[in-house]
């Protein structure tokens, strides 16, 4: 039926007079249809279910009249209302099914199943028929309610809208579309509604019992932007959560449209809804007119875990998928940067950041991230792309902060120098390892890798990880020179032992670099923000190893064997007196250049 008519299967046949006992309590049939309750005569009609609206201030809780709408009931529906009477209802009473004159014949409906009689019990759940107090169940459950499966449900679900829909994450979805109206809300396309019709969004059945959450991004008022009164009353969209098929619904979230730029959402999942067969939907009471109090929703998650793991990993393209990873925006798999194997590319866009984003994980002090990173691969010294920042959050991803904040001298916060969890181009394959001691312990506790939208189209700003792992930590980090995988370091060429500290291989036994020719030596493993030069006109012999890139400058080498070595002897220059833009002279403590060893790979203990 693509009629969007509200009324518009009522039926016209009568029920029977019913000797109504004290037990006889529900009414259930399947399909579309308005029912109502008969006094003894006939003579008055009134509605077994009348609406109940956040217009209404008598109501506590919010659902639909029973009057059935075609758009809702396209195919067959299992229905089940409860009549009015808690305690007992009239002696005689007749139900009548109703459509109103006024539509083709072609407009045609149909009942089966119908049931006026003695409750079941828990009403069956709505999973099955109930017969005399007895319940048949639907395919797919069983027990004496239907309360039990026979199949495993899903328990989660991540839907990002950025293609067709897929039926599987949906019951019911009425009212909206899959569009780019409202510009990006999270990522690409959004779930839009706007229609004439009834808006409506209901998942499938869920096994929610160790959910914890319903998370979405939100925009309001794309095509009408709406404020004050207009925003709120029977506008407003309603969550709720359902652990009967919908018999009843308990609202989690009621929202006003005045969300007019995208706002994340998320809502705990209460105790009453964490069960077995669970839904969730989005419903508008009154929507209006076409493209009227519109509204989209992007990048839902319905999950996570009330007692989260303790680790997750990301080895290949398969693992960086729900339930462990519930963001990955803006990004193709392939090989980068020389990677023997095809990994998730990521790039921004003008209107987009590109996204990596974990789950919630349970950290403790013994935790640590670690991954390799390649970013920008082959951009010129003064690369200006967007960097990636490594960020981490406690409240289920309202608010984000680094995992490392720059410490540096003067900072008495810091018991230790180093940089910021950020990172800039270009760079090559990096191992980087975190220890989360500093920010744990914490029972939920999400990470993502970010990087702002770009208007940059050549390509420069791409960027890839591999062998993420957050978990429990290695011994001793591997020492910087191997993956660290469920707390077991997996060494690089030329390393072995239990934490990679044995050498096997001959690394350099010095460095002597006068800078002559016109690239970096290989003796340099990573060069960022600097390029050979005349430098700033004041250094013996020239081309000089000059640094002005617009982010960090850093100049690191490869493993140097030091066991024979005594001293680092260079020339050094910071600014110059002479210098009038790129080459002035140093005037603020922060200008200051740092020389720093590690012999763990670059990792802080």
Known sequence: MASCQRDATKLLREICSLSYEENLRDLKFPLSVTERERGKLGYSWRAIRGQCFPSNPDCTEYWFPSTLTSDLYIGPTNVTIKLPYKHGGPELMRLRFMQRDGYRQQHSWALSHVYVGDECQNLCFGRGFCDAGVCSCNSGWTGSSCELVEEPL???????????????????????????????????????????????????????????????????????????????????????????????WHSIKKILLIYHQPTYVWIELPANARCLGGRVRWWQPEGGERNRYDWAIDSVVIGGHFTPPDNVTYARPHQLVPPLWLRNYNSHVGRYCGNLYNMHVMMSTASEPAVIQTTDIQVTKKHSINFLLAFGCGAEW????????????????????????MCLPGNISCSEMFDASVFYAPLNWNRYVYPLDLIGPAKYMRFRWVQNPSADVSGSHQWSLRDVYIGISCPYHCMGRGSCQNAI???????????????????????????????????????????????????????TATFQGPYTRMLRTVPVDTRNSRFVHFTAQIGSIHGNNICRSASHRLHNVFLQYSMDGGTFL
């Open 154 to 248: 899903p328990t989660f679900i991540v839907a990002d809208f950025t293609g067709e829909n897929d039926p599987s994450h949906w019951r019911k979805l009425v009212g909206a579309q899959i569009t780019s109206h409202c510009g990006p809300i999270t990522s690409g396309q959004a779930l839009h509604f706007t229609g004439a019709c009834t808006r409506y969004l209901e998942t499938v059945d869920l096994d929610l019992r160790e959910a914890l959450y319903v998370q979405f991004d939100l925009r309001t008022g794309c095509l009408d932007s709406v404020s004050g009164r207009e925003a709120g009353g029977d506008k407003t969209i309603l969550v709720q959560t359902s652990c009967d098929t919908g018999i009843s």
């Open 382 to 405: 003064d690369s200006k792309a967007e960097p990636i920042r490594l960020e981490y959050s406690v409240d289920f991803g309202n608010r984000w902060q680094l995992v490392r904040e």
């Open 489 to 543: 370091c997996q060494c690089e060429a030329g390393y072995v032992g239990e934490y990679c500290q044995h050498v096997l291989r001959d690394n350099i036994a010095y460095i002597r670099d006068e800078f002559t020719l016109n690239e970096f030596k290989p003796h340099f493993a990573q060069v960022q923000g600097g390029l050979l030069s005349e430098g700033c006109g004041d250094l013996e012999e020239p081309p």
